[in-house]
């Protein structure tokens, strides 16, 4: 009993020990990861990088005069005045966008970065106010040209912008959104009445625009709408106002959302922002897309290094078994060299689906294993039915992890149902062995070789 709880001792630490190279190559998992994560981030930096359309804004500078009384050294009355620069924001009534995008890979060396390409067209209904709101001391307020501004986080990414309409009037761009809230973005001058009437401006902008990893719109409007479809089938929804409804095939996608500034206090967050400069919550109001892949070959990959503990201890059980079944013995070494064959397995499958499809890399990978593991035990079991038992397991397993690996919500299932029936096989198949009898034959067994081994070598001598 002694000796078979040394060989399991045995190997459990073996088990242990193949962690350490295990470990390495998950490390050089997260190592390719980062550069590639690096690599697309250059890419987008050379190209357009995520984009985030803000507005339009009709933005009304002015120059307001205030005056104050006061009395000279002679006891005269007299008056000062003091100009104040300023300007005055109106968000659209309604906002009407709607998006076509479709999706392309740039590369360099092997990798590869989506960018994507948008047809937008944006429609925006101002009510100007009377005299632009202003109610009191009227006299005192000069206004200057008007100017409508749309923000573009990268304007790198203008693909097509020909001009804007107001009103079916077209107006010319000009580079710069005029507004330091926005950063990035064009305008054009607006030709606003002076007269005391309140004004409605219909404005329509088409905007073809490139970007990369994802698509934010600002919803400016006090009530806004945005309808959006791609070829991409697996976008992920972000941003605190998700689409009120959504539909998601292989084929792409497409969205809708609705949003008013009775229901996610946009016009505190938009005053806040452009009166009082604090824009924080403002920038954070966004419906947001981003054109993921679900599960790129890093993640497959690591995925399968963190069921490689238990890819092994399944293997080595299935070793013991055949240990106790079979009566023959495995040497301990025999089990480190079965370790690193499997833990090269790993290596072999991040190399591979760095240059070719994930599937295809992990079948050669997986092939080559079982291969070089059958080999490697056909001479150790000496049976073509224990090779054939064995490489039959071996390929069941391969094949169940990556389903595992492959599955996106349902993985730790699959992993709890493989454990709990890879245990209960186990069970099964030693519920009838006398574990203190088979612990002595191997005890037995052993004795038995080192006497023979002695009496080999005293025959040699003689």
């Not at 973005?185 to 088409?206: F, K, R």
């Given at each position: 009993m002694?000796?078979?709880?040394?060989?399991?001792?045995?190997i459990?630490?073996i088990?242990?020990?193949?962690?350490?190279?295990?470990?390495?190559?998950?490390?050089?998992?997260?190592?390719r990861?980062?550069?590639?994560?690096?690599?697309?981030?250059?890419?987008?930096?050379?190209?357009?990088e995520?984009?985030?359309?803000?507005?339009?804004i009709?933005?009304?500078?002015?120059?307001?005069?205030?005056?104050?009384?006061?009395?000279?050294?002679?006891?005269?009355?007299?008056?000062?005045?003091?100009?104040?620069?300023?300007?005055?924001?109106?968000s659209?009534?309604?906002?009407?966008?709607?998006?076509a995008?479709?999706?392309?890979?740039r590369?360099?060396?092997?990798?590869?970065?989506?960018?994507?390409?948008?047809?937008?067209?944006?429609?925006?209904?101002f009510?100007?106010?009377?005299?632009?709101?202003?109610?009191?001391?009227?006299?005192d307020?000069?206004?200057?040209?008007?100017?409508?501004?749309?923000g573009?986080?990268?304007?790198?990414?203008?693909?097509?912008?020909p001009?804007?309409?107001?009103?079916?009037?077209?107006l010319?761009?000009?580079?710069?959104?005029?507004?330091?809230?926005?950063?990035?973005?064009?305008?054009?001058?607006?030709?606003?009445?002076?007269?005391?009437?309140?004004?409605?401006?219909?404005?329509?902008?088409?905007?073809?625009?490139?970007?990369t990893?994802?698509?934010?719109?600002?919803?400016?409007?006090k009530?806004t709408?945005?309808?959006?479809?791609?070829?991409?089938?697996?976008?992920?929804?972000?941003?605190q106002?998700?689409?009120?409804?959504?539909?998601?095939s292989?084929?792409?996608?497409?969205?809708?959302?609705?949003?008013?500034?009775?229901?996610?206090?946009?016009?505190d967050?938009?005053?806040?922002?452009?009166?009082?400069?604090t824009?924080?919550?403002?920038?954070?109001?966004?419906?947001?897309?981003?054109?993921?892949?679900?599960?790129d070959?890093?993640?497959?990959?690591?995925?399968?290094?963190?069921y490689?503990?238990?890819?092994?201890?399944l293997?080595?059980?299935?070793?013991?078994?055949?240990?106790?079944?079979?009566?023959?013995?495995?040497?301990?070494?025999?089990?480190?060299?079965?370790?690193?064959?499997?833990?090269?397995?790993?290596?072999?499958?991040?190399?591979?689906?760095?240059?070719?499809?994930?599937?295809?890399?992990?079948?050669?990978?997986s092939?080559?294993?079982?291969?070089?593991?059958?080999s490697?035990?056909?001479?150790?079991?000496?049976s073509?039915?224990?090779?054939?038992?064995?490489?039959?397991?071996?390929?069941?397993?391969?094949?169940?992890?990556?389903?595992?690996?492959?599955?996106?919500?349902?993985?730790?299932?699959?992993?709890?149902?493989?454990?709990?029936?890879?245990?209960?096989?186990?069970?099964?198949?030693?519920?009838?062995?006398?574990?203190?009898?088979?612990?002595?034959?191997?005890?037995?067994?052993?004795?038995?070789?080192?006497?023979?081994?002695?009496?080999?070598?005293?025959?040699?001598?003689?």
């Open positions: 002694r000796t078979l709880t040394i060989k399991i001792l045995t459990a630490a088990s242990l020990f193949l962690m350490l190279p295990i470990s390495m190559i998950n490390s050089k998992v997260y190592e990861q980062t550069f590639k994560a690096s690599v697309l981030h250059n890419i987008s930096q050379s190209s357009s995520a984009q985030i359309i803000t507005g339009p009709v933005v009304v500078p002015y120059v307001k005069r205030s005056s104050t009384t006061y009395f000279n050294k002679d006891g005269g009355k007299q008056i000062s005045y003091t100009y104040t620069d300023g300007q005055l924001y109106f659209p009534d309604d906002l009407e966008i709607e998006s995008l479709w999706t392309e890979e590369y360099r060396g092997i990798y590869s970065a989506r960018l994507y390409h948008s047809d937008n067209t944006i429609r925006a209904k009510v100007i106010p009377a005299n632009f709101g202003i109610t009191e001391e009227l006299d307020y000069q206004f200057k040209t008007a100017i409508v501004s749309l573009i986080s990268d304007v790198r990414g203008i693909e097509s912008l001009g804007l309409t107001v009103n079916s009037k077209s010319a761009i000009i580079p710069g959104s005029h507004l330091p809230q926005l950063s990035e973005g064009v305008h054009s001058i607006l030709p606003l009445n002076s007269d005391s009437a309140s004004q409605t401006l219909d404005i329509l902008i088409p905007l073809k625009l490139q970007g990893s994802s698509l934010s719109i600002s919803p400016t409007g009530e709408h945005v309808s959006m479809t791609s070829d991409w089938p697996h976008p992920s929804f972000q941003g106002l998700l689409p009120r409804a959504s539909d998601v292989p084929d792409g996608f497409s969205a809708d959302w609705a949003t008013s500034y009775l229901s996610n206090s946009y016009q967050t938009f005053d806040k922002c452009f009166i009082h400069e824009c924080e919550a403002f920038k954070s109001n966004n419906l947001s897309v981003s054109f993921i892949e679900p599960v070959e890093y993640v497959k990959t690591e995925r399968a290094t963190k490689a503990v238990l890819f092994i201890v293997i080595f059980t299935g070793f013991f078994l055949f240990e106790v079944l079979k009566s023959i013995q495995i040497h301990p070494v025999q089990y480190v060299l079965v370790g690193l064959a499997l833990a090269v397995f790993y290596l072999l499958l991040l190399s591979l689906s760095e240059h070719f499809g994930f599937a295809f890399s992990y079948l050669l990978a092939l080559a294993s079982t291969l070089l593991i059958s490697y035990l056909s001479s150790l079991l000496a073509w039915k224990g090779v054939v038992s064995f490489t039959t397991m071996i390929t069941i397993l391969y094949g169940l992890l990556y389903g595992i690996i492959s599955a996106e919500d349902y993985a730790l299932l699959m992993g709890s149902i493989l454990l709990f029936m890879m245990l209960s096989v186990f069970m099964i198949m030693t519920r009838r062995i006398d574990w203190y009898e088979i612990g002595d034959t191997i005890s037995l067994k052993q004795t038995q070789s080192k006497s023979q081994l002695i009496c080999d070598a005293h025959s040699g001598r003689n």
